[in-house]
């Protein structure tokens, strides 16, 4: 009887401890799983949390309302009562405890003038408290500054506001870069539309001159075309369309070409439905076009064929424009796609250098040619792409 109540005990106990240890052990998970480690490193997560949801607020440079929202985390990341943004002539922003009353601004600015004509930071003392002003230098120039406001600067403190007057330069000058590539990519497509006005109107015009008299049918239908086309070409808004209008554009082109040519140019077509909703660049496929009907079939006596293909490959859409034509030197075309010759062929360089700025340096232009044995030109944009967005094609009577 006493061996059984014993043995009852024992596994009683047994039972408890083991409950006591998986207790133990779940608290200690969880509170692994909440515990960020030392103090160090849950310094270093807070800072570089609050850069994170600072920086997109500065996407645009220093604006008004980017200034606002990401004073807000550089005040919290400086632990300091209250900071301000400039830039070369006003204060964009304040966040926190700023001293009031008459003057204040004018104290802050003037602080921040004397910060950006010595490109150094500056601590002036006050009876209000302190205040600490470093300038946010992009390129070598002083484009505004951070101020913070605290009741003893300190030399960490002094620190601190130059680097994150630093790090806000760093996001501006990349805003300035975005801007700069934005910019770049307008002048291309506008050295495009002048690359096809002179050489093509003149042409297309003379052709529909020439069925006036003889076939003033077609002379109505080309004249309606050659609108369109220019209409598309010149478009001043957007820089993305989809792949159908840029076909449509295309097809116009080559009806424009074909009046001039006849049967010395001969088209064949293979379109996947799937890919026509793909947004590809402005004017990325058409210059790749007059390229082969220009430089590929025009000096070939008897002309010859131009094959375009869109198809689906996964998550890309894959689109060759090929012709049988007189080909390129392939030395030539390094040289071109380089930049360190002018050719002809500067339409290929121009699209070359828009899709790798889209897409990446992956995609762009890949070329395969030779004197007399034609060009293969083949291109890979994904079919779907975040911030790449189509603009609605202008109306015809724009």
């Keep these: 009887m006493l061996s059984t109540a014993l043995q009852t005990t024992l596994i009683v106990a047994i039972v408890l401890v083991a409950v006591a240890v998986v207790a133990y052990l779940g608290y200690r998970i969880m509170r692994s799983s909440q515990d960020l480690g030392t103090d160090a490193e849950k310094a270093t997560f807070e800072t570089l949390h609050q850069v994170s949801v600072a920086a997109p607020h500065l996407a645009n440079g220093l604006t008004p309302e980017g200034a606002a929202k990401a004073g807000r985390h550089l005040r919290q990341l400086l632990s300091c009562a209250g900071l301000a943004i400039t830039d070369t002539t006003s204060v964009l922003a304040t966040d926190g405890s700023i001293p009031s009353g008459p003057g204040s601004e004018e104290n802050t600015l003037s602080l921040a003038a004397i910060t950006l004509s010595t490109r150094r930071t500056q601590v ?149 439905p799937e890919v026509l909703s793909t947004v590809i660049p402005f004017l990325s496929l058409q210059p790749l076009v007059e390229n082969a009907v220009r430089h590929g079939l025009e000096s070939k006596p008897g002309g010859g064929l131009i094959t375009l293909v869109a198809q689906d490959s996964g998550q890309y859409a894959e689109i060759t424009v090929e012709d049988d034509g007189v080909g390129i030197d392939p030395v030539a075309l390094a040289q071109v796609l380089a930049g360190t010759t002018e050719s002809v062929h500067v339409g290929l360089r121009n699209v070359d250098v828009r899709l790798r700025q889209v897409y990446g340096d992956a995609h762009g232009l890949v070329i395969d040619t030779a004197p007399g044995a034609g060009t293969l030109i083949t291109l890979r944009v994904p079919k779907f792409r975040a911030g790449v967005e189509a603009n609605a094609p202008a109306s015809s009577g724009a």
């Design 124 to 272: 002036r003392r006050g009876a209000q408290g302190d205040m600490i002003c470093s300038p946010v230098m992009v390129r070598e120039v002083a484009v505004g500054t951070v101020c913070a406001f605290t009741p003893k600067a300190g030399a960490g403190l002094v620190r601190a506001v130059s680097e994150v007057a630093s790090w806000v330069a760093a996001q501006v000058g990349l805003a300035e870069l975005d801007e700069s590539r934005a910019l770049l990519m307008e002048a291309e497509v506008r050295a495009l539309r002048a690359q096809i006005s002179p050489h093509f109107i003149y042409n297309s015009l003379n052709a529909i001159a020439s069925f006036i008299n003889t076939d003033p049918q077609r002379a109505r239908q080309l004249v309606v075309e050659f609108a369109d086309f220019t209409r598309y070409s010149f478009r001043r808004h957007g820089d993305f369309t989809t792949l159908a209008e840029e076909l449509q554009a295309i097809d116009r082109y080559l009806l424009l070409e074909k009046a001039r040519f006849g049967e010395r140019i001969r088209v064949s077509l293979s379109i996947a």
